[in-house]
């Protein structure tokens, strides 16, 4: 089935700092979807994307889709302590390609 | 509206005995997925239900697993030996629609195996 591929697994940034996560996929992907876990926490949705090259911002965080639908990326401008926890991409997978099939995530650490 | 809900919260086991997890949709939600995250690692899937049916069990790690959706509403999942290699968070997530749509994930249940 489908997979999707993130990095990096770790990032550690100094407050104040940028910072970006890829996801990757072999296959065309229908949407992406980005989610945030904070330590201790579940998984929480942030955003979907489906149009090609799409771009959305929420506040500090910048979301885009490749044109080919193939690999998407979250910036974040600026990370505060707040944005400490693991990011996922998710694409449609699975056997019957209807799951929702979540990448190995991106662990961010930010130190004042 | 009370959103996606899991219990127990916590369950500490022996190796060898069985445990179930339940987990409770948002109402109205066809859609529900079970996933474990061990050890701070990937969101494993484990399986998607559309209703009562199984849509696609592929990842399930073996058949100690058993997941179960009567009458489409709440959902349980039975670990039938427990094995140390069994011990995550389990989390259940459910949507209105397919995987085009969003995700609500329960707070999870940490399983320990002893």
């Known amino acids: 089935g489908q997979q999707v591929m993130q990095i990096p697994q770790y990032q550690h940034v100094q407050e104040g700092e940028d910072f970006t996560t890829y996801c990757n996929s072999s296959?065309?992907?229908?949407?992406i979807q980005w989610y945030k876990q904070r330590p201790g926490g579940h998984p929480v949705f942030l955003i979907q994307?489906?149009?090609?090259?799409e771009v959305k911002k929420q506040k500090r965080l910048t979301f885009q889709f490749g044109e080919a639908k193939k690999n998407s990326s979250l910036h974040i401008t600026a990370t505060q302590t707040t944005d400490v926890g693991t990011y996922f991409c998710?694409?449609?997978?699975?056997?019957?390609?209807?799951?929702?099939?979540f990448g190995k995530g991106t662990t961010l650490s930010v130190s004042s | 509206e009370a959103g996606v809900t899991q219990f127990p919260s916590h369950s500490v086991i022996e190796k060898g005995q069985t445990v179930t997890l339940r987990c409770d949709p948002i109402?109205?939600?066809?859609?529900l997925y079970w996933y474990r995250r061990v050890m701070g690692k990937e969101i494993k899937f484990l399986l998607h239900?559309?209703?009562?049916?199984?849509?696609?069990e592929s990842g399930m790690p073996n058949n100690r697993f058993l997941a179960e959706r009567t009458g489409g509403t709440y959902s349980t999942l039975k670990v039938q030996p427990a094995e140390l290699e069994d011990s995550g968070v389990y989390f259940c997530?459910?949507?209105?629609?397919?995987?085009?749509?969003?995700?609500?994930f329960g707070q999870g249940t940490r399983l320990t195996v002893v």
């Open positions: 997530a459910s949507s209105p629609q397919g995987g085009g749509t969003e995700a609500f």
């Open positions: 296959t065309t992907l229908s949407n």
């Open positions: 994307l489906v149009k090609s090259g």
């Open positions: 998710a694409g449609l997978g699975g056997q019957a390609g209807t799951a929702l099939i």
């Open positions: 109402s109205g939600h066809d859609n």
């Open positions: 239900f559309v209703k009562e049916s199984k849509q696609d």
